[in-house]
C-alpha cells in the first residue's frame, strides 16, 4: 500500500483553486477538477471525502494563505509595498491567463449556493477577505492611520482589487487595475504618517 503524498493532496487543491478562478464553483465539478489537477478521481475522493465542498473550501483557503505569505512578506516595508504587491499579484494572474482567471475567493464568494444554508466554501472565503483585511489595516496603523481608517481603507483596498480583477476579466484590459492602483497609492500615501 503506498503511503498518501502531500504534494498529491496540494496538486489537487491548487488545481481546484484554479479551475474555480476560471469557471466559478456552480460550473465546475469535483470530476474536473480532479482532472485538471492531472490526479486520478479516486485520490480526489480520498483526499475529499465530503466531495466538492470540502475541495473548495481547501482550496479558498489555500488562495488566502498564498495570498496572505505575500501580503505579510511585502507590508514588512510598508502599506505602498503590500498594496503593489497585492496588485502585481492580481496583475500576474490575469494576464498570464490571458484574461480567463480571476480570484477563486470571489468566485466562490459570489454564487448562489444550493441551499440555505450558508456553505462552508463561503464561510472559508469571508474569513480569507477578514484575514487580508485585517493584514493591510494593520500595517496602515502601523504608519500612522487611525483604527477606524485603517479599517475602512484596508476594506476598500481588498474590495476595490477584487472587482477590478473581475472588471479586468470582463474588459479583456488591464486598465481597471491600473486606474483603482493609482488612486489606492494616493489614498493610502494621503493616510500614513511617513
Keep these: 500500500m503506498t503511503k498518501p503524498s502531500p504534494a498529491a493532496r496540494e496538486r489537487i487543491v491548487a488545481g481546484a483553486a484554479d479551475m474555480i478562478s476560471r469557471r466559478g464553483l456552480n460550473a465546475t465539478s469535483i ?22 465542498q470540502q475541495l473548495a473550501t481547501e482550496a479558498v483557503r489555500h488562495t488566502g ?15 505602498v509595498a ?19 482567471a480571476g ?3 470571489l468566485a466562490v464568494s459570489i454564487e ?26 494593520a500595517s496602515l496603523r502601523e504608519h500612522g492611520a487611525g483604527r477606524e481608517e485603517a479599517a475602512q481603507l484596508a476594506t476598500l483596498v481588498v474590495a ?19 486606474r483603482a492602483a493609482e488612486q489606492l ?10
Excluded: N, Q
Design 31 to 52: 470530476r474536473e477538477m480532479a482532472k485538471h489537477a492531472r490526479a486520478p478521481l479516486g485520490s480526489t475522493y480520498h483526499y475529499f471525502p465530503e466531495g466538492k
Design 65 to 79: 494563505e498564498w495570498v496572505a505569505r505575500r501580503l505579510r512578506k511585502e507590508l514588512e516595508a510598508g502599506p
Design 82 to 100: 503590500g498594496l503593489r504587491a497585492f496588485l502585481a499579484l492580481w496583475r500576474k494572474i490575469v494576464v498570464d491567463s490571458d484574461f480567463r
Design 103 to 105: 480570484c477563486p475567493v
Design 112 to 137: 448562489e449556493p444550493p441551499t440555505d444554508e450558508t456553505p462552508p466554501a463561503v464561510v472559508a472565503a469571508a474569513d480569507v477577505f477578514t484575514e487580508w483585511e485585517s493584514l493591510l489595516s
Design 160 to 178: 476595490a482589487v477584487e472587482g477590478t480583477v473581475a472588471m479586468c476579466r470582463a474588459k479583456r484590459s488591464i486598465e481597471p487595475l491600473d
Design 185 to 194: 497609492r494616493a489614498l493610502i500615501l494621503a493616510t500614513i504618517k511617513d
